[in-house]
Antibody, heavy 117, light 109 residues
Framework: QVQLKESGPGLVQPSETLSLTCTVSGFSLTSNSVHWVRQPPGKGLEWMGIIRSGGSTDYNSALKSRLSISRDTSKSQVFLKMNSLQTEDTAIYYC???????????WGQGVMVTVSS | DIVLTQSPVLAVSLGQRATISCRASQSVSISSINLMHWYQQKPGQQPKLLIYRASNLASGIPARFSGSGSGTDFTLTIDPVQADDIAAYYCQQSRESHTFGAGTKLELK
């Protein structure tokens, strides 16, 4: 069955770089896109970016200068890197599978990231 | 960027109909294809796909959920509302890049 699982550090220092990994199973990264979505505590969902089945990427314009998404298809892993973290980047970070027409049909459980010194 | 506007809270009684709206700042439709999707999120859980392309029920979703709309105005309807439906509901467009609405929290009256 389709599964996505996020992993990464729970605590990051301000101004440092966040690195997260999404490990997928049950589908191929060369057949489906993977998106990153985040949710600050008590707030709504924010779309961050996508890596498409062909490997191209697209980012939220508000995060574009700080964000990078890449992948290793042989390991079925997608990576998120975001630099210059601030306290407002504290959030649950989800990876989710994108299918045709851009809907997001399977979601990981999310990983909580706190930005604090 | 396309902005999606949702009312923050909707209070409803069990057994009644709930109508949740989502308005886009520009059309999210291409010909007859409406690139608007709806998600449900319960506290402590990840979002779950409810409705895709405005009116198609996702797999395993009960028939009391339905969606409608085109262009810039979309609606998610729950009829009748059950206790298990108390959650936050988000619309998402995929017409131009991707954005989410701020969410509507469905509460009991």
């Amino acid at each position: 069955q389709v599964q996505l699982k996020e992993s990464g550090p729970g605590l990051v220092q301000p101004s440092e770089t966040l690195s997260l990994t999404c490990t997928v199973s049950g589908f191929s990264l060369t057949s489906n896109s993977v998106h990153w979505v985040r949710q600050p505590p008590g707030k709504g969902l924010e779309w961050m970016g996508i890596i498409r089945s062909g490997g191209s990427t697209d980012y939220n314009s508000a995060l574009k200068s700080r964000l990078s998404i890449s992948r290793d298809t042989s390991k079925s892993q997608v990576f998120l890197k975001m630099n210059s973290l601030q306290t407002e980047d504290t959030a649950i970070y989800y990876c989710t599978r994108g299918v045709y027409y851009g809907l997001l049909d399977y979601w990981g459980q999310g990983v909580m990231v706190t930005v604090s010194s | 960027d396309i902005v999606l506007t949702q009312s923050p809270v909707l209070a409803v009684s069990l057994g009644q109909r709930a109508t949740i709206s989502c308005r886009a700042s520009q059309s999210v439709s291409i010909s007859s294809i409406n690139l608007m999707h709806w998600y449900q999120q319960k506290p402590g859980q990840q979002p779950k796909l409810l409705i895709y392309r405005a009116s198609n029920l996702a797999s395993g979703i009960p028939a009391r959920f339905s969606g409608s709309g085109s262009g810039t105005d979309f609606t998610l309807t729950i009829d009748p509302v059950q206790a298990d439906d108390i959650a936050a509901y988000y619309c998402q467009q995929s017409r131009e890049s991707h954005t989410f609405g701020a969410g509507t929290k469905l509460e009991l009256k």
